[in-house]
């Protein structure tokens, strides 16, 4: 069930194992891990290394650890969900094009939702910071900040916590000027990228999901077009 790690970190390897296969559901909600000699068997780790490990999946609350009864899987909460994908996003180097799949799957039905289900308050908020991105296209820092707030406040709008919990990480690793990884849009993407915010902005205002989800989409592929494209 269980693979053989690498004797280096075999702590944070052996969690991370664990955590895959509870978010994957291969370890089911309220079902108990194998026992410490069972799980240092099966990894090829001492004990001590086993009660590491499960000591890290406490932290990130994917487990309850009960004296004299082990270890159980938890019900996995929106912001241990967000730890998770966090994680995944922070080691090794995702491309912008699995990045904007990934978002494109879940932030344009986010927008639609967001045009459903926000109120008054949040309409406006959004719309502020809409005329704040258009206010000045020069500084990338100050554009940064602007976007990410813009498509942190939509996920928010959903009044569902399991979209920001997912998308805020994918978010945050694409708006970062010192993120080499990323190509940095122009100053013509910037304007053009603003032009499509004020679009999605309309059809939030508008409360009309169809539009709102269309809008996004554009948005979102002319964006991966401009930075894999240098534009």
């Not at 922070?90 to 459903?116: D, F, K």
């Not at 719309?127 to 020069?138: A, F, G, H, L, P």
């Not at 996920?155 to 990323?182: G, K």
Request: aromatic residues 6%; negative net charge.
């Amino acid at each position: 069930m269980f693979k053989q790690v690498n004797k280096a970190n075999l702590s944070q390897q052996i969690a991370e194992i664990l955590e895959q296969m509870i978010i994957e559901q291969k370890l089911q909600v309220g079902e108990r891990l194998p026992g410490e000699i069972e799980l240092a068997d099966q990894f090829g780790a001492s004990r001590n290394v086993i009660r590491e490990a499960i000591a890290m999946l406490r932290e990130r609350r994917l487990v309850d650890v009960r004296n004299g009864s082990g270890a159980f899987v938890t019900q996995v909460s929106p912001d241990a969900l967000g730890s998770v994908v966090t994680r995944m996003t922070s080691v090794g180097s995702a491309s912008p094009q699995e990045v904007y799949e990934i978002r494109m799957a879940l932030e344009v039905r986010a927008c639609g939702l967001a045009a459903q289900n926000c109120d008054d308050r949040e309409r406006t908020a959004l719309k502020r910071i809409v005329q704040n991105m258009e206010k000045d296209y020069s500084s990338l820092h100050q554009w940064y900040d602007n976007d990410f707030k813009f498509h942190q406040a939509l996920s928010a709008m959903t009044h569902n916590p399991l979209f920001p919990a997912f998308l805020e990480p994918l978010i945050a690793m694409v708006f970062s000027p010192d993120d080499t990884h990323f190509i940095q849009p122009s100053l013509n993407a910037r304007i053009g990228g603003a032009k499509q915010h004020r679009c999605i902005l309309g059809a939030i205002e508008q409360g009309d999901r169809t539009a709102a989800e269309q809008a996004m989409a554009k948005h979102l592929q002319t964006y991966l077009d401009d930075i894999t494209n240098g534009n």
